[in-house]
C-alpha cells in the first residue's frame, strides 16, 4: 500500500511538472508568436520605405537629366 500511494504521488508530481512545463511553453511561444509579428510588421516597413525611396531616387535622376538636357539647351541658344 506504501509503495502505491509513493507511486501515485509521484504521478501527481511528474503531472504537476508537465503540466508547468506546458504552461511555460505556452507563454514563451505567446511571446515569440507576438516577437515574430512585430518582426514581420517591421520587415513590411522597412520594405516599403525602400520601395519609396528607390522611386524618389528614379525620380530623381529623371528630373536632372531633364535639367541637364535644359542646360545644354540653354548653352547651345547662347544663354
Request: aromatic letters at 2%; a negative charge.
Given at each position: 500500500a506504501a509503495a502505491?500511494?509513493?507511486?501515485?504521488?509521484?504521478?501527481?508530481?511528474?503531472?504537476?511538472?508537465?503540466?508547468n512545463h506546458a504552461a511555460e511553453e505556452e507563454e514563451r511561444s505567446a511571446h515569440l508568436q507576438s516577437a515574430g509579428e512585430s518582426a514581420h510588421r517591421d520587415a513590411t516597413s522597412a520594405a516599403t520605405d525602400a520601395q519609396r525611396a528607390r522611386s524618389d531616387a528614379g525620380h530623381l535622376r529623371q528630373r536632372l537629366a531633364e535639367v541637364e538636357q535644359e542646360t545644354e539647351e540653354a548653352v547651345r541658344a547662347g544663354w
Amino acid at each position: 500500500a506504501a509503495a502505491a500511494a509513493d507511486l501515485v504521488r509521484a504521478l501527481q508530481d511528474a503531472a504537476e511538472r508537465a503540466e508547468n512545463h506546458a504552461a511555460e511553453e505556452e507563454e514563451r511561444s505567446a511571446h515569440l508568436q507576438s516577437a515574430g509579428e512585430s518582426a514581420h510588421r517591421d520587415a513590411t516597413s522597412a520594405a516599403t520605405d525602400a520601395q519609396r525611396a528607390r522611386s524618389d531616387a528614379g525620380h530623381l535622376r529623371q528630373r536632372l537629366a531633364e535639367v541637364e538636357q535644359e542646360t545644354e539647351e540653354a548653352v547651345r541658344a547662347g544663354w
